[in-house]
């Protein structure tokens, strides 16, 4: 998979759907901004958790965002390495399919 043509494709399909339903939109990149502040947490490992989630869930989309995020905020192929172990000892086989996926991104994202 190319990830920078599938979020691409992802982000005009999300800019239709952002036409039809604005207030949803609104709510959503509020809550986002809220959820992404630091805090006692930095930016960094909320993206992680996140990444967490988007593997469990096996969200492509999620995947390739916040592995965009983790890649702009500095995040080392180490320190992705890692979280993808957890995640797998957490989620089993399929985590770990789809955390393969999220070091596929994190490379591509990296070489850009």
């Given at each position: ?15 239709t759907l952002?036409?039809q339903?604005p207030?949803?939109?609104?709510g959503?990149?509020?809550?986002s901004?809220?959820?992404k ?6 930016e ?68 850009a």
């Amino acid at each position: 998979m190319n990830w920078t043509t599938f979020l691409a494709d992802t982000m005009g399909r999300i800019g239709t759907l952002s036409k039809q339903a604005p207030g949803m939109f609104d709510g959503f990149n509020t809550m986002s901004q809220a959820a992404k502040r630091n805090g006692a947490l930095d930016e960094k490992t909320k993206e992680l958790i996140a990444l967490g989630i988007a593997v469990s869930t096996r969200c492509d989309s999620c995947i390739g965002f916040h592995v965009q995020s983790l890649v702009r905020l500095g995040t080392t192929r180490q320190e992705l390495c890692e979280a993808l172990e957890m995640i797998g000892y957490m989620g089993g086989g399929p985590a770990i399919a789809y955390g393969a996926k999220a070091l596929e991104a994190f490379d591509e994202f990296s070489a850009a």
